[in-house]
């Protein structure tokens, strides 16, 4: 099984649109939780950090569930320059990240 | 913020010579550097742990005398690509942790190698 896992996608949704990811992780002993965002040919770049109470950047929220070991992003109020893909990174107690293989979105004029 | 500067950004060479990629923390000192590969699209697959001032740990599969590492300092590792195949082409990413809980990772621009 794998660390982490990710709907792969694609979701092409348009803009304005009200979108949600979900990532589950299989070690309950999982420390930080982490969702990144990867433009075609870049390098991944941090998008928020994911806490347990929840939390929010604009139009992003974060929120992380233990108990079923998953994690979500809803981006709200869709833009085209959201279009990339989001990645899972969950961060284990000896220091390890272990990455989701990433959700693709592309937001439609 | 933590910087992570990589070095070359892409470099196309000729099968069966070697490519160094450089991998430098430019505001804090990283005893820990990871090393990904990435194929197109597909996710990041984890390489090695470069470790500072001792050897790196290879992730099953990886080649430990293809893929060479060295992290002689608190702010630089290096990966060498040696005798290089067209297979071997793919992008290469580095990054580094500072450590506190919350920071994650923080990645290198990414050096596209192609092997021709």
């Known amino acids: 099984r794998k660390e982490v896992e990710q709907d792969p996608g694609p979701f092409n949704v348009p803009e304005g649109a009200t979108v949600a990811f979900n990532c589950t992780y299989s070690?309950?002993?999982?420390?930080?939780f982490f969702w990144y965002r990867q433009d075609c040919r870049k390098e991944p770049k941090l998008l928020m950090s994911v806490y347990s109470s929840g939390n929010e950047d604009g139009r992003f929220t974060a929120q992380l569930n233990r108990a079923s070991q998953y994690i979500s992003l809803l981006i709200r109020d869709s833009k085209l320059s959201d279009s990339a893909t989001y990645l899972c990174v969950v961060k284990s107690r000896g220091n390890q990240f272990y990455f989701g293989t990433g959700t693709s979105l592309t937001v439609i004029p | 913020g933590a910087v992570v500067s990589q070095h070359p950004s892409r470099v196309i060479c000729k099968s069966g010579t070697s490519v160094k990629i450089e991998c430098r923390s430019l505001?804090?000192?990283?005893?820990?550097m990871f090393w990904y590969r990435q194929f197109p699209k597909q996710s990041l697959m984890l390489m090695a742990t470069?470790?500072?001032?001792?050897?790196?740990?290879?992730e099953q599969g990886v080649e430990k005398d293809k893929f060479l590492i060295n992290h002689a300092s608190l702010t630089l590792s290096t990966l060498t690509v040696t005798s290089a195949h067209p297979e071997d082409s793919s992008f290469y990413i580095c990054?580094?942790?500072?450590?506190?809980?919350?920071?994650?990772?923080?990645f290198g621009s990414g050096t596209r190698l192609t092997v021709v």
């Open positions: 990054s580094a942790s500072q450590g506190a809980q919350d920071y994650g990772y923080t």
């Open positions: 470069s470790n500072e001032g001792s050897k790196a740990t290879y």
């Open positions: 505001d804090f000192q990283a005893t820990t």
């Open positions: 070690n309950s002993a999982s420390q930080s």
